[in-house]
Every structure is written in C-alpha cells, then in structure tokens.
C-alpha cells in the first residue's frame, strides 16, 4: 500500500518565486528535518529521493510550513542550481520558455530555434535588434494588431537569446524586481 502523501510546495527562500511541487512522506519529512535538505516522496518510482542526488541541485531548506489542515506543506529553500529537471529555475517556467529550451536542447531537424542556437548567440543577438526595430516601428503608427504581432516576435526572440547564452529567464524577473524594490 503506497504511503501516505503530503503535497511539498517548494518556494525560493530569497526571491519567493514558486520553485516545484512535490510530495512528502512522514520518512521524508523526517529525513528533511533531521538533514536539512529537501527529500520527498517519487509517485512514479514508489521511493525515497533527496532533492540534488543525481543532479547536484540540492534544496537547502530554510523553513517548513503546514497549511491549515495539515494536507500541505511548504518549504522555504535556498536552492543550489535550478529546481527543474529540465534545466530552468522553476517547474513553472513559462511554456514558452519551455518549449524553446526543449528545442535547444534536442535540436530537432527543421527547427528555427534549434538553428539560430547553433548560429550562435550573435546571430541569435542580430535576429533579436531586427524583432526589437519592427517592434518599435509598429508601435510608432501601425495597427494594435500589427504591434501585438512584432513584440510576440520580439519576446520570443529574448529567449531564443537566453537559450544560446545559457540564461534563465529568471535572471531577468530577478534584475526587474531588484530595480522595483525600494531604496534601502
């Protein structure tokens, strides 16, 4: 008989950003408390897992939190790398986000993505200024649509960017919350 599970809500200590969900036993919320590292429950491998085993990218956690009736729980963790598997600071990147860093990982045949990653991240640069001046063009006088069209062109460009470079787009919600966050 499966144990009984516990829905773990991962959250970023630091930048509060929602980092993954996962699932706890009472063995794994012993071993988290007694280590200080994030174990949980795999409902697909019926075991045990500590956060980081294979990949290094362990959760150091800070705090642990019941909601209110006790079905829940979550940590407040100092993460060491990216809390995904698939590479991205969170498991609630945006789809987007997803699907380009899929492409420039697998570099499927016929892909734009996976071609301007192998270009390189200058080709990947230029393609970014010339969606940035259609964009600034189109909001200079053309139609709604017209602009919604070329900044859809540019923001998807800004990750293929990210992606050549090896950024998550993390970095730059973190240097926008850094720049509204009042003066100390």
């Known amino acids: 008989m499966p144990p009984e599970l516990r829905a773990a809500i991962v959250q970023d200590a630091e930048t509060h950003r929602v980092?993954?969900?996962a699932w706890m036993d009472d063995e794994a919320?012993?071993?988290t408390r007694e280590t200080g590292e994030a174990h949980f429950y795999s409902r697909s491998r019926a075991r045990l897992w500590r956060k980081g085993e294979t990949s290094g990218n362990?959760?150091?956690?800070?705090?642990?939190?019941?909601?209110?009736?006790?079905d829940a729980i979550l940590l407040r963790v100092r993460p060491a790398g990216p809390a995904c598997h698939t590479g991205s600071v969170s498991c609630f990147a945006p789809w987007l986000?997803?699907?380009?860093?899929?492409?420039?990982?697998?570099?499927p045949e016929g892909s734009y993505v996976a071609s301007?990653?192998?270009?390189g991240p200058a080709a990947a640069a230029r393609k970014l200024g010339e969606e940035g001046l259609e964009a600034a063009l189109a909001g200079a006088g053309e139609s709604d649509?017209?602009?919604v069209s070329e900044l859809a062109d540019l923001w998807f460009h800004s990750y293929v960017l990210l992606a050549a470079r090896g950024l998550d787009p993390s970095r730059v919600e973190d240097e926008l919350a850094r720049r509204a966050a009042p003066p100390s």
């Open 19 to 21: 980092l993954m969900l």
């Open 29 to 31: 919320l012993r071993l």
């Open 58 to 70: 362990t959760l150091a956690v800070e705090e642990l939190r019941d909601d209110c009736d006790g």
């Open 97 to 107: 986000w997803r699907r380009v860093v899929e492409r420039a990982a697998t570099r």
């Open 116 to 119: 301007l990653v192998a270009a």
């Open 145 to 147: 649509e017209r602009l």
